[in-house]
């Protein structure tokens, strides 16, 4: 003998995986795992400058972020670091794009010299960070044009230009 | 055209899936999913090394190999804050603070969308990178 189930029975199971699933938390490990080893990010994002006036870099640094159009954020001479941000910082709208960057320095003990490392992210954040997301624009390229850049502007501040 | 009862219980199905996620955020300002113990024993490693200087730019690097960009940073205090968006948004914060006089502590926290990190996998992930970059082993500090 088959009992008529009013439809919206069949509804009560579907609603509790939908209560379930909308609480779904994926578990972050992917957050601290990299594509690349350590040693290959930090070659290519990366480059070794023949001075060794820290405070030198870290003002050619954010002379560089001036002219790229950043707004530089954190600074600390201690922790030889430069954060800068270009594009909407507040979400005003769904979403925002907002581009940043930190910058830091070290001095190589054994070889002389300061090693600058770059970290870029380009995202589109939402007013949910459920919903921001990165793009990968950036590449060794981006890298490349940087430290280039960051050289001639160590070269015109050791020139006064 | 739709039937009635699709058409009935479509939006409280979507109301059911959103509420399900939506935490009171009354208790959200307190709430903690682990004993204070066992959150702060998953989050806390201590290194033989005196130079919180040095180990508060280690935590920097080691935050960079992993894709972040950095915040917040105090020498004073030992404070590190940095994130991270890839399809999701990850902030971690992250203090040294010297134990005795042989010792530092380093504490991270970690908070994925919108939700506070208490599994322990994460963070060993985190400590095993940065003692890497420390080459220094890390203790268990409770």
Redesign the interface.
């Known amino acids: 003998m088959m009992f008529k189930v009013p439809?919206?029975v069949l509804?009560i199971p579907?609603?509790a995986v939908?209560?379930?699933?909308?609480?779904q938390?994926?578990?972050?490990?992917?957050?601290?795992?990299?594509a690349m080893t350590?040693s290959e990010?930090?070659q290519m994002?990366g480059r070794r400058f023949d001075i060794n006036d820290e405070r030198a870099v870290l003002t050619s640094i954010v002379q560089l972020l001036q002219d790229l159009g950043y707004k530089v954020?954190?600074t600390?001479v201690?922790?030889?670091?430069v954060?800068g941000t270009k594009g909407a910082e507040e979400v005003v709208t769904y979403y925002g794009s907002i581009i940043?960057?930190?910058v830091?320095t070290?001095p190589i003990r054994d070889k002389g010299g300061i090693q600058v490392?770059a970290?870029?992210?380009d995202?589109v954040?939402a007013r949910?960070?459920?919903y921001?997301?990165?793009r990968s624009t950036v590449g060794p390229e981006v890298y490349q044009q940087f430290f280039d850049r960051l050289a001639q502007s160590l070269f015109l501040e050791a020139h006064d230009i | 055209m739709k039937h009635p009862v699709v058409r009935i219980f479509a939006p409280i199905l979507a109301a059911v899936a959103l509420a399900g996620c939506q935490a009171d955020s009354r208790q959200q300002i307190l709430h903690m999913d682990k004993s204070q113990v066992a959150l702060r024993s998953a989050q806390s490693r201590a290194f033989d090394t005196a130079d919180t200087e040095l180990t508060v730019r280690t935590i920097i690097a080691t935050l960079q190999d992993l894709g972040f960009t950095v915040d917040k940073v105090d020498q004073t205090l030992g404070l590190v804050s940095a994130t991270k968006a890839g399809n999701y948004v990850m902030k971690m914060t992250v203090t040294a603070r010297p134990r005795g006089v042989d010792q530092i502590v380093v504490r991270a926290s970690a908070q994925h969308n919108l939700t506070a990190v208490s599994d322990v996998a994460p963070y060993q992930q985190f400590f095993d990178s940065l003692a890497q970059s420390l080459f220094l082993e890390a203790h268990d500090v409770i």
Request: proline share 6%.
């Open positions: 439809p919206f509804l579907l609603s939908a209560a379930l699933s909308g609480c938390q994926t578990t972050p490990t992917a957050a601290l795992t990299t350590a990010t930090r994002t954020g954190e600390d201690k922790a030889g670091l954060t940043r960057v930190t830091t070290t490392r970290t870029f992210q995202i954040q949910d960070p459920r921001t997301y990165a």
